[in-house]
């Protein structure tokens, strides 16, 4: 019969879980029922539970670089199906967007390539600005999605997306070997 403990190990996973299961429902969502607080209530789940998935593993001490690399894995996929939302439904957005999308798409492919190659496994470093870009990103599709807003958020979520992208591509590039949990390129020089 498992403890108390051993079952609260599992809410970070499961934390983690919700939001890539969220991924298809959002997906889903767009091409059957766009309802704006559909979309809304799985932007807030999708937030909260990246938000909580990391405190409650840190707290319990079950912050392995496994459930770290499960949670870059399980944002990818649910923002990745965010995306395959906004094209369906704002297509004419992300096209203004083209420029910035394609550069952002790029740093991304990039830096799993650089990463594949030098470490043998995508980088999970839990950058400074990449939570900040998950906040811009959530902030954004909320905009989008929600309210039908594209104006600013969109455009920030983006550039904030691309800063991030080269500070994880510099780190990679600083870094001797693979880790996780490296917060900016300053602390990877320090590493190094």
Known sequence: M???????ELVPLALTATRAALA??????AFAWPAPWAFAACLVTAFLSDVFDGIVARRLGIATPGLRRLDSLADTLFYIAALVAAWHLHADVLRANAPGLALLVVLELTRYVVDLRKFGKEASYHMWSSKLWGVALFVGFLALLVLGESRWFVPAAIWVGVLADLEGLAISCV?????????TLWHALRRR
């Not at 498992?2 to 609260?8: F, H, K, Q, V």
């Not at 298809?24 to 969502?29: D, G, K, R």
């Open 24 to 29: 298809p429902v959002v997906v889903a969502l």
């Open 175 to 183: 870094l001797a070997q693979w880790r996780t949990d490296v917060p």
């Open 2 to 8: 498992p403890t108390t403990r051993r079952l609260a």
